[in-house]
């Protein structure tokens, strides 16, 4: 009854994400004393995932999985599943996870369930933590069924590099053209910056920088730091920054290790995208600004005396002219 973990990859790069929901297969399946199978499916990484935890490494490519598709992938995920006796498939809750669990819960009759953010309890039963009601609690879920279908939120369980080497098996599957009823015509990516749900750090502002012109303010400190840059619905809405940079409900969900919010009020929509972050830190001229009740720590000042200082600062602790 082996732990199946799907280790997504983009264009010969595993995510961040695929480690985590590795070492978070190895571990679960240390508590049921079985072994950690992974999976990677069309183009791979480079890294050894037996250096995460897995016991066993396969791969799976046809010309069908050049391009991601649920269907053909959740495919070949279910026949894994079947051929080595699977008793749970762990995926990460990456845009491409959230589309598969689903219909691999489907296909393998499993208990499905999203947004886990820890180890499952397995003391006299199965019961695992998620999120709920848009990040704003957390549920407790015991699961009965046999089989088990979960997805981790990336930044929510630590990496382990403490396993040894394992080589790679190349696998078939049945998975054909005829499985594919709807195909990617093209794929609009950006580069050169840190993928939002996978930054640990995560510098973003609101309509407190009255302008995109101000924007530098935001890009030199996160350039200082290494963290990726965000910005409240009303922003991109103006278009003062790209869709892309939009966190909040029904923006981009993140788990950061560090939230800094410039500017920004703290709407319920827009929380409800970051609330999970492990350290909040806000800064705002209100000191009545809802941000300050979700947050770690507050700044009560202007946006346009905070960054420049914290920026200072920062360059002085690094050594960075």
Known sequence: MAVIVYAESDNGLYKKSSFEAVTYGKDLANKLGTTCLAVSIGSKGAENL???????????????????????????????????????????????????????????????????????????????????????????????????????????????????????????????????????????????????????????????????????????????????????????DMEWRPHSEHVGQTGITIVPNLYIAAGISGAIQHLAGVSSSKVICVINTDPEAPFFKAADYGIVGDVFEVLPKLLKRVKEVRGQS
């Open 50 to 236: 037996g250096t995460f935890g897995a016991d066993k490494h396969m791969h799976v490519e046809n010309d069908v999985l050049a391009t991601f598709n649920p269907q053909a992938y959740s495919k070949v995920l279910s026949e894994v599943f079947e051929g080595h006796n699977g008793s749970v498939l762990v995926l990460s809750q990456t845009y491409n996870g959230k589309s598969i669990a689903p219909l691999c819960a489907v296909k393998q009759n499993a208990a499905l369930v999203t947004g886990i953010v820890d180890m499952a309890d397995t003391n006299g039963g199965f019961t695992v933590k998620k999120t709920t009601f848009s990040s704003k609690a957390i549920a407790h879920v015991s699961i009965k069924q046999d089989k088990k279908v979960l997805t981790v939120i990336p930044n929510s369980y630590k990496i382990a590099r403490d396993g040894d080497d394992v080589s790679v098996e190349e696998a078939t599957t049945s998975v054909i053209d005829g499985d594919v009823n709807s195909v990617v015509i093209s794929i609009n990516k950006e580069t050169g910056k840190v993928p939002l749900t996978e930054a640990e750090l995560v510098i973003s502002a609101g309509r407190g920088l009255k302008g995109p012109e101000n924007w530098n303010l935001v890009e030199d400190l996160a350039a200082a730091l290494g963290a990726a840059t965000a910005c409240s619905k009303p922003v991109s």
